[in-house]
């Protein structure tokens, strides 16, 4: 009996945080009238979803949140969003080009874009956990990391960047150097996550258009 008790009272507790996750998504798109986008929270965390990519994007527990759909007048359709929690900051975007490409040509791009101007070194620390984990049943992606100098402060940046259908999805993160090990270990769970949500949309869409 109390088994069945403690069983009724987590599944309560987990249909409430759902529920309050659910309200904070739905508010934040409804404030903010967005199309393509969705409420994707669950009982662990509030999110929100560009449906016609699968990028989720996590509402922080603090901090500042933004998100936005490339204007009309973009070159590519797609939509970004972006998030603080203290001195780290993480950008998530979705990308469909209008003239076909590769993984590794975009993936140059970016890396050329995102530090252009800046001075730029590997940066030596170790991969995350999440990063040497096997990637069977993933895209394919790729995930550059270094230490580069903001306006004389030396911070720790990585771009992971991943393809599947003619989507391509980044995540772009920022943080002091010296909190680098912490960030790379939660940014490599982050974008692991991100990455499976992604792909389990992609193949959604494929078979709903079979």
């Known amino acids: 009996m109390w088994l069945c008790a403690l069983v009724l009272a987590v599944s309560a507790?987990?249909?409430?945080?759902?529920?309050?996750?659910?309200?904070?998504?739905?508010?934040l798109l409804q404030q903010n009238g967005a199309p393509d986008f969705a409420d994707a929270s669950t009982p662990d965390y509030a999110a929100i979803r560009h449906t016609p990519s699968g990028m989720i994007?996590?509402?922080?527990?603090?901090?500042?949140?933004?998100?936005e759909l490339f204007p009309p007048s973009s070159a590519n359709a797609g939509a970004q969003c972006s998030s603080s929690e203290g001195e780290v900051v993480t950008a998530w975007v979705?990308?469909?080009?209008?003239?076909?490409?590769?993984?590794?040509?975009?993936?140059?791009?970016?890396?050329?874009?995102?530090?252009?101007?800046m001075?730029?070194?590997?940066w030596r620390g170790q991969p995350s956990?999440?990063?040497?984990?096997?990637?069977?049943?993933?895209?394919?992606?790729?995930?550059?990391?270094?230490?580069?100098?903001?306006?004389g402060e030396e911070r720790?940046?990585?771009?992971?960047?991943?393809?599947?259908?003619?989507w391509y999805l980044q995540q772009?993160?920022?943080?002091?150097?010296?909190?680098a090990p912490a960030t790379e270990e939660?940014?490599?769970v982050s974008w692991r996550q991100g990455l499976q949500a992604f792909a389990a949309a992609r193949r959604e869409q494929a078979g709903a258009a079979q």
Not at 130 to 145: K, Q, T, V
């Open 119 to 122: 001075s730029v070194q590997p």
């Open 172 to 179: 772009i993160v920022s943080g002091p150097l010296s909190e």
């Open 57 to 67: 994007c996590l509402l922080p527990a603090s901090g500042a949140f933004q998100f």
């Open 94 to 117: 979705a990308v469909n080009f209008r003239e076909p490409t590769t993984l590794d040509i975009a993936f140059s791009n970016s890396v050329a874009q995102l530090t252009n101007g």
């Open 156 to 166: 720790y940046l990585r771009l992971s960047m991943a393809e599947m259908d003619g």
């Open 13 to 27: 507790c987990a249909d409430g945080d759902q529920a309050r996750h659910s309200q904070a998504a739905n508010r």
């Open 186 to 188: 939660v940014t490599g």
């Open 129 to 151: 956990e999440a990063d040497r984990a096997s990637p069977e049943g993933l895209p394919h992606y790729r995930i550059h990391r270094v230490r580069a100098n903001f306006d």
